[in-house]
């Protein structure tokens, strides 16, 4: 099921960084929340609980060569996230997957970060391509998701929203969701469309691939975060790809960063999710804190 780009605020949305591949991670981040149970059945409260996972979910052997942890190849994750999304919808919740950069480097067929256990699960190097190239199976996943997410006057992307990525969609969040699925479905055939996409999604400082935030900070770079932040009538914008320690907020709060290293394909020992409650506005019935950094330590 496609996820509309657009979608009203829950009382509760919980915000999972990027997974690289660690499928028990990505469980003990639910049951942190108290998302799912062991049986894997939804048990958020309220029901219709949002969580949205920043993508890179695939990769797992990004900065090591060793994963003795997984056991588990990255396209059963894909499979698994869209399945969680299926049982959470069932309750009225959602299981909102954005797209990442290694997502898309898999549609390309860069494959340096792919771990040996997901290349033979996915039948060599040649059995991948055809899976993530446009048209293929896991492509096909992809596009049921988006780059750019709204919910509420909350904005989610991977690695960040510039203006002139506004500028090249006149505006239109839809038209950045739309053009990625077209370029999945292999439904793409004019040279302006494939320049966009470059724009877009592939070069350095694209959606999914620039740290123009944190690399450029100073006020100039919140004046442009706050431009975008008032070009989409948004009030703070979620981040992964951006390596940090904790799940951090920058520009009062305006920018959260939740890329952590949550896998072990990282050192990072703990665990992180950010929940926002109300949609991210101030009130009595969260006593005036919206935004709560949830932590644990790996197991």
């Known amino acids: 099921m496609d996820t509309p780009t657009y979608l009203d605020a829950p009382k509760r949305i919980i915000v999972i960084g990027d997974i690289h591949g660690d499928i028990a991670i990505l469980c003990s981040c639910l049951y942190l929340a108290n998302i799912i149970n062991n049986k894997f059945e939804w048990i958020a409260e309220p029901t219709d609980t949002i969580v949205v996972q920043m993508g890179d979910q695939v990769d797992s052997l990004s900065r090591d060569t060793n994963q003795p942890w997984e056991k588990i190849d990255d396209i059963t994750l894909l499979q698994f996230t869209e399945r969680l999304d299926e049982i959470a919808r069932k309750k009225g919740g959602r299981f909102i997957s954005l797209l990442g950069n290694h997502e898309v480097m898999n549609v390309l067929g860069h494959f340096d970060y792919v771990s040996p256990l997901s290349m033979h699960k996915a039948g060599g190097v040649q059995g991948r391509r055809e899976r993530f190239q446009p048209g293929g199976s896991c492509a096909k996943i992809l596009a049921k998701r988006n780059v750019v997410q709204k919910i509420g006057s909350l904005l989610f992307c991977h690695a960040g929203l510039l203006p002139h ?55 100039e770079a919140e004046q442009v975060l706050n431009q975008v932040l008032q070009n989409t009538n948004s009030t703070q914008m979620m981040i992964g790809h951006n390596p940090m320690k904790n799940i951090t907020p920058f520009y009062n709060f305006k920018l959260w960063v939740t890329d952590i290293g949550l896998s072990r394909a990282f050192s990072n020992e703990g665990l992180e999710i950010l929940e926002i409650l109300n949609g991210g506005i101030s009130c009595e019935e969260n006593n005036h804190q919206p935004f709560c950094v949830i932590r644990a330590i790996k197991k």
Do not use: V
Not at 186 to 215: C, P, Q, T, V
């Open 165 to 219: 990525h506004l500028q090249l969609i006149n505006g239109q969040l839809k038209s950045i969701n739309l053009l990625m699925k077209k370029y999945l479905l292999k439904e793409i055939h004019n040279d302006n469309d494939f320049a966009l996409l470059n724009s877009l999604f592939i070069n350095e400082m694209s959606i999914l691939w620039n740290r123009f935030y944190l690399e450029q900070m100073g006020p």
